[in-house]
């Protein structure tokens, strides 16, 4: 196993997250765990969209992806991955699905906020950008970024209260962005992956992150 930071939390990991930064506290309490095992497949009867099928409860979700197996997600403590080839725990999208989308369902299970946006860090507070799909949240963000200013999270934000303060804790840091938005904010270091599900997505990484800052303003963006 191996232990990572995400979003406040320490997530020790039977799978390689080269995204996220490593923590070498080896007697340090684990908040979350991710670990392969064996999981029901959601029932085909269960309507879904895009290859992947969702059932849940308060404490439990479990998620089947047509294409890579199955996933569930527990108490806000655990998640349990059933592959449905070997080869495919080290796919790029595996790990997206893990540090996006299942510590997205870990966190609303934990109790907190959670919302789609990207967050950028302005004068020690956040301001987060949300919208629907395809709105520019990103690419607002890579503006601010190539202009100085340090990205907390630009997919899933995770938002929480401290003293009665909303507070958003760093998530993955990467930037995720078109290769048009990439050519006209001249981004010089990018990569691409051929196993990203089919997405042409360029990734960014960002070597410094803050480490849990209050929110301060939500711009909702429209096209």
Known sequence: MKTYSAYGLRVESAFDLPELPRIDEPNAPTDVVFQRGEVDPVPESVSGKGGRRIQAQPDVCRLSYESYGSFLVESGEEVTFDPKSPDVTAKKV????????????????????????????????????????????????????????????????????????PMVDAGVPELRLNPDVVDALEFEETKTYADDGGTEKCYHYIDDMPDSVPLETCYVLNI
């Open 94 to 165: 595996i790990r997206r699905l893990l540090e996006n989308e299942m510590l997205g369902v870990l966190m609303h299970q934990r109790g907190r906020l959670v919302l789609h946006a990207s967050a950028v860090l302005i004068d020690e507070s956040v301001v987060l950008f949300l919208g629907p799909r395809g709105v520019g949240k990103s690419t607002t963000a890579a503006a601010f970024h190539q202009q100085g200013y340090p990205i907390m999270e630009d997919d899933i934000v995770s938002v929480r209260l401290e003293d009665g303060v």
